[in-house]
């Protein structure tokens, strides 16, 4: 069965980090573009990140650039997004994603594989 977990998220202080994870199950993760993206209650979802399959770049959508890294663990099947200098702007639901296509900048308009999401409340 082809999954991805997320975990990592929990409530920040605004300044403060986190590091979401993406565990991948039943694929390999090295063989997909994977991204993350995130919604927040009552907006459209927000592409945050994106690496085509076989690219070494990772693109970042302009509010979270210099912000957010995305990373990925290959001997873990495991990708993640780690948080610095958090705003409460950026309280959403995060999710990780896969798909065999490649991204279009930061974002793709659809994903084959996605998991179920991970919350991160950013607040004092």
């Known amino acids: 069965q082809l999954q991805l977990v997320e975990s990592g998220g929990r409530q920040a202080q605004p300044g403060g980090s986190l590091i979401l994870s993406c565990v991948a199950s039943g694929f390999t993760l090295d063989y997909y573009s994977i991204g993350w993206f995130r919604q927040a209650p009552g907006k459209e979802r927000e592409g945050v990140s994106c690496i085509s399959v076989s690219s070494s770049r990772t693109d970042y959508a302009d509010s979270v650039k210099g912000r957010f890294t995305m990373s990925r663990d290959s001997a873990e099947n495991t990708v993640y997004l780690h948080m610095k200098s958090l705003k409460p702007a950026d309280t959403a639901v995060y999710y990780c994603?896969?798909?065999?296509?490649?991204?279009?900048?930061?974002?793709?308009?659809?994903?084959?594989?996605r998991g179920k999401g991970t919350l991160v409340t950013v607040s004092s």
């Open positions: 994603a896969a798909d065999p296509g490649r991204c279009v900048g930061y974002q793709k308009t659809s994903w084959g594989y």
